[in-house]
């Protein structure tokens, strides 16, 4: 019989070394009783409690394709630890042919193996359920007494012997300064980089990143107010931030949690990385500009060839974001919403799929070339030919057949097939997206768009299939139908009609751009395009 093994460890008290174990003594159970492993499913840090596990999922979906017969736990509670949970997908799998057992164990199949393994799932529920209670009842004497429950140190704190903070005289003060430096302006990207460039670290030697400060500002730890679930005390551990430093620091994150933050700015620009100019073939970034008589803002891509190296000559030297998104956006949708687009798509995987591995093609011929050799040696014994030559031939092609129909399961394991239904399905998914919001605009963008490419006369959108592109001319642009995201269009008439192209929006005028040199700096270097000193 075909087996798969399943290995669990939870985050409370087991390691990696538990997980070597139990495949150990799991393998060592199907070596006794002649099973074959096809593969292998572990679950690291997670609790059976429940069943969102990702690997305990994955099995269960790989048991409907047939591959294998038996899961081979530790023990039950590896398995699950909540009695409905088992019993729910102790059923699900016995619908495929499927049959979980203990390696640790010893159930029978008899109506005595029926009450000994729902008294085990009973007791490991309970186990799990009293270690749980245990471990709050635990936690809350300790918080009484403001003391350190477990998990990782605060930063800016040690735990002395008795388990009671106490201030650590290296990080406490990085902890004042980081409250001081964003009270006095800073941004937290300031703060990073200046910390970053101290050579100062987490409390796992990590270097500091924006996370870690939002969680330092935001921490009442550090005005001595101890908190566990719902036990609050106040001046239970010695503070090292001024309650009316800390009060202000609230204040101003609140205050600029309102606008969009600074490091994120640049993520809002959708085309990054796939927005090319057709002049120069050079890559265009986004940027911000605002107008010097009403302040507004505006956001542009641009030529990274008609700033700093006026290398390009490109007619427009800048293109307005929103009207060339909700272009890209809606042409990605027509796609979509074309019936023949998705069966195109469709037919296209599945010819892939069928030429992707060249694993599975060769095993098969090898399996068809043993069945035949079995065939002919039987055929040779029912003619009399029968003697230890033939047999142990016999003996050979029989293994060889077992041995080729288990690397054919174990390849198609790590290599699951997808039916035309998934695709087809995960195709019409995309129709009902809100294109209003941004992180669905990212996401039609990101799988459907290799390219947009900017000429003077019109837009080339380059699709992620063969042969997959659409042109679009700028007087197209204004019929886009994402009003709710689109910019404002700020064009004068004069500019509008020395080119009709203006009249769309999409081309800023030179004259009302004031541009952010900083921002546009640290875009062009994140990105890389080019080193600037």
């Known amino acids: 019989m075909k087996a798969v ?33 096809v593969g292998t499913y572990i679950d690291r840090a997670l609790s059976a409690r429940t069943a969102n596990r990702p690997e305990f999922q994955r ?9 294998f017969d038996l899961v081979i736990v530790w023990k039950l509670d590896r398995f699950a630890r909540d009695r409905y949970d088992s019993a729910h997908y102790k059923a699900q799998l016995k619908k495929y042919g499927v049959k979980v057992l203990s390696a ?10 029926i009450i000994l393994e729902s008294m085990l799932e009973g007791m490991a529920e309970y186990y799990s359920a009293e270690l749980s209670e245990k471990v709050i009842r635990g936690h809350t004497e300790n918080a009484l007494k403001c003391k350190y429950n477990g998990g990782t140190p605060t930063f800016g704190y040690l735990i002395d012997k008795s388990k009671h903070y106490e ?46 400060l939002s969680g330092i500002l935001h921490n009442r730890k550090f005005i001595g107010e101890y908190q566990y679930r719902d036990i609050t005390i106040p001046d239970g551990i010695p503070a090292i931030v001024p309650k009316d430093l800390f009060d202000r620091v609230q204040e101003r994150m609140a205050k600029n949690k309102k606008a969009p933050a600074r ?23 986004g940027e911000s500009g605002t107008s010097s008589s009403k302040g507004r803002k505006y956001r542009y891509y641009r030529c990274v060839n008609t700033k700093k190296r006026r290398t390009c000559n490109a007619k427009h030297k800048a293109v307005k974001k929103a009207p060339l998104e909700n272009a890209v956006v809606n042409a990605v949708m027509a796609k979509l919403m074309d019936d023949s ?3 195109y798509i469709a037919d296209a995987v599945m010819e892939l799929q069928g030429r992707e591995s060249t694993v599975l093609p060769a095993l098969r011929k090898q399996l068809a070339e043993t069945e035949k050799g079995i ?20 003996d050979e092609l029989e293994g060889a057949k077992q041995d080729i129909e288990l690397q054919i399961i174990q390849e198609e394991m790590k290599r699951p097939q997808l039916s035309r239904e998934d695709v087809t399905y995960w195709l019409y998914r995309f129709r009902s997206l809100d294109v209003s919001k941004l992180e669905e605009r990212r996401v039609l963008i990101d799988s459907f768009v290799n390219s947009v490419t900017v000429f003077d006369d019109y837009i080339l959108i380059t699709f992620n299939y063969r042969n997959g592109a659409e042109t679009i001319k700028f007087e197209d642009l204004e019929r886009s139908d994402l009003k709710s995201v689109g910019g404002p269009a700020c064009v004068d008439k004069k500019d509008a009609g020395k080119n009709p192209a203006l009249r769309c929006g999409i081309f800023a005028p030179k004259s009302r751009i004031s541009l952010k040199k900083k921002n546009y700096k640290e875009i062009l270097e994140k990105l890389g395009s080019v080193n600037l000193k």
């Open 5 to 37: 093994i399943y290995a669990r460890y939870s985050s409370d008290s087991q390691r990696e070394e538990s997980i070597e174990g139990q495949i150990r003594e799991c393998t060592d159970y199907c070596e006794k009783n002649n099973f074959s492993i």
């Open 59 to 67: 099995m269960v979906k790989d048991s409907a394709k047939g591959l």
């Open 104 to 113: 640790r164990e010893n159930i029978s199949d008899g109506p005595e193996g």
């Open 167 to 212: 201030t650590d005289p290296h990080t406490a003060p990085v902890v004042l300064e980081i409250f001081q430096r964003y009270d006095r302006g800073e941004t937290m990207k300031q703060i990073r980089d200046y910390l970053n460039g101290k050579s100062v670290t987490t409390v796992r030697g990590k270097p500091i990143d924006l996370n870690f």
């Open 263 to 285: 490091h994120k700015a640049e993520d809002d620009y959708l085309l990054t990385t796939k927005l090319f100019c057709g002049t120069c073939k050079a890559m265009m970034v």
């Open 341 to 343: 687009f998705v069966e």
């Open 375 to 394: 065939t002919n040696m039987l055929n040779a014994i029912q003619a009399g030919i029968l003697n230890d030559s033939t047999k142990r031939r016999l």
